[in-house]
């Protein structure tokens, strides 16, 4: 019965580069700012450098963020739990582009938390996305919030070990006009590695 | 909340790290990746958006200017399914290339090969309910890149899909059939030859149109997963 599910999946479409040259076709006005008029729960701003082996800024990636709005609700038919409130103003998906100094910036609000495997609850966490010139895949990652009591007990920072778990986490900056920021650098590569996930 | 698993990433994808491609040796991780099961996080995504998020639908990029386009006019179309033979409805396909000429409308490329004024490379499309999709485009061109000594890409085309979830998404690029520069490209060679083929699209003399433009299929499979959804519960 397994042996007859298997010969019937078909092979996938292998990833390729996004390559340097997505700038005219990817972003769009706004793709950073997630916020929409009458959208629930606290501002924030993500931002973050993308850099190589060498501490170089990559200044030709491009980061895509997905998360839950700030009741801990995902904007997606798979998540029908009727007792979270939904945001018909948050949708929770962004795209930027690094700049030249390979920073990416996002306007988004601090996401609630969501439901783990089993009887877990994951600690508020923004799923990236990112993928670059020389990444001929997309690299995984995610970014949990450092003054969040529930990374403690969260089932994917369980798995990544606290070796590296700080690699996930965010460091708190000083705020932009009031709008608590956070910073959050992706080290493809080298001491400082970011954890990224095959999943 | 278990949910239930898309395929994991086949064996078949190209690695981080494929030194012949010299852009990859600094933007590869060194540490392994570690494996964690799909949550709510990563089997729902950005789906059923509307017009509130990307840029216009354009279907037609040989309409883009004032004028037409220099160059082969094409149709590329095909169906996005997933593993399983199921058809991704309603999920945008966004797509991007150079010119017939091999010129990208981009500030960084500097191949000494003409612009065109009459064409930006980019455009947009959704699936219908069989996941089929269509565009019209000019064929592009093979350009040189600084990878190597006499480096150059075969022509191809850009391919951004989303599918139903954060699991499934996928940015591939579709090459043409015949060409020679492909097995000899290091960044389609990244992946392995009985996999690379599935990149290279077909012509096909029912997509093409007559006396206006020929037609290449190319079909997409992204990651689906072993639920079969009842239908017709009786």
């Known amino acids: 019965m397994s042996d007859t599910l298997v010969s019937e999946v078909r092979p996938l479409t292998p990833w390729q580069t996004v390559g340097p040259f997505f700038h005219y076709a990817l972003p769009w006005e706004g793709g950073e700012n997630l916020l929409r008029e009458g959208v629930q729960g606290e501002r924030i701003i993500i931002r973050g450098r993308v850099l190589d082996a060498m501490d170089q800024p990559v200044s030709d990636a491009m980061v895509e963020i997905w998360q839950a709005s700030s009741s801990g609700r995902y904007d997606h038919p798979e998540d029908n739990r009727t007792e979270v409130p939904a945001d018909p103003a948050f949708i929770g998906f962004g795209r930027c582009p690094t700049n030249e100094d390979g920073v990416f910036t996002f306007h988004t609000v601090r996401p609630g938390p969501v439901p783990g495997p089993g009887n877990t609850e994951q600690a508020p966490h923004i799923a990236i996305g990112l993928f670059g010139r020389g990444l001929l895949r997309r690299l995984v990652t995610r970014l949990y919030f450092p003054e969040s009591e529930a990374n403690a007990h969260d089932p994917i920072l369980d798995l990544v070990g606290p070796e590296r778990a700080d690699t996930l986490i965010a460091k708190r900056d000083e705020e932009n006009s009031g709008v608590p920021t956070y910073w959050f650098n992706i080290h493809i590569q080298g001491e400082n590695e970011t954890v990224f996930f095959d999943v | ?234």
């Open chain 2, 1 to 234: 909340m278990d949910v239930l698993q898309y395929s994991p990433q086949a064996l078949s994808e190209p690695p981080s790290f494929a030194p012949g491609y010299v852009s990859t040796v600094a933007r590869s991780p060194r540490k392994p990746l570690v494996r964690i099961p799909q949550t709510l996080t990563e089997v729902t995504g950005p789906a059923d958006f509307g017009e509130r998020l990307l840029r216009a639908p354009v279907h037609d990029m040989t309409r883009e200017g004032k004028g037409e386009p220099l160059g082969e006019r094409i149709i590329v179309a095909g169906r996005v399914l997933d593993d399983r033979g199921h058809p991704v409805p309603n999920t945008v396909v966004e797509v991007w290339q150079c010119n017939s000429a091999g010129r990208y409308v981009h500030k960084k490329d500097q191949h000494d090969a003409p612009l065109d004024p009459n064409f930006t490379g980019q455009g947009r499309v959704v699936t219908d309910e069989e996941g089929r999709y269509r565009f019209v485009t000019i064929k592009p061109g093979a350009y040189p890149w600084r990878n190597h000594y006499n480096a150059w890409r075969p022509a191809h085309i850009h391919f951004s899909l989303f599918g139903p979830c954060f699991a499934t998404r996928l940015i591939t690029q579709m090459y043409f059939p015949g060409d020679p520069l492909i097995d000899i490209d290091p960044i389609a060679c990244a992946v392995p030859s009985e996999a690379r083929n599935r990149m290279v699209s077909r012509f096909d003399i029912d997509t093409t149109e007559n006396e206006w433009a020929l037609g290449y299929v190319f079909d997409i499979v992204l990651r689906g997963r072993n639920a079969t959804p009842m239908e017709n519960p009786q």
